[in-house]
């Protein structure tokens, strides 16, 4: 069975709470990501997705005004780079989450996309035969 390490991204954006929903979002499109990490001193404190800017939108909010600390979504569930795609699906698809960081002690090591964890599992599914 295929674990988080097998699957993440471990090259992703790391934004800071007050940076604008504009900057992070230039940054979002040109790197192809879906999500981007928050850290506040070096700590996790949050995610923003894509989701998060279409509510943005949606709120008529001023891009070049708006923080990412308005949006994001705060203390994030995180997985560890050991667990199994298959619980990490489980996890993602109960609680509403396409994204997860992943975490080794205190550090994050990469990001998940629940598109990822999925096709894992289902090539390490058993085919019918």
Do not use: W, Y
């Not at 992943?102 to 629940?114: K, N």
Request: aromatic residues 4%.
């Amino acid at each position: 069975m295929a674990t988080l390490a097998d699957v993440m991204r471990t090259e992703f954006i790391t934004v800071a709470p007050e940076d604008t929903l504009g900057e992070v979002a230039e940054r979002m499109t040109a790197l192809n990501v879906g999500s981007v990490v928050v850290k506040d001193f070096g700590k996790l404190i949050g995610i923003l997705t894509e989701r998060d800017l279409l509510k943005a939108m949606a709120a008529r909010v001023h891009s070049s005004e708006a923080r990412v600390r308005q949006f994001m979504t705060e203390n994030p569930i995180t997985a560890s780079p050991d667990m199994d795609c298959e619980e990490a699906s489980r996890i993602m698809l109960d609680k509403g989450f396409r994204h997860l960081p992943v975490m080794e002690g205190e550090d994050v090591v990469g990001v998940v996309s629940l598109r990822r964890v999925v096709a894992a599992t289902k090539a390490a599914a058993p085919t019918a035969s």
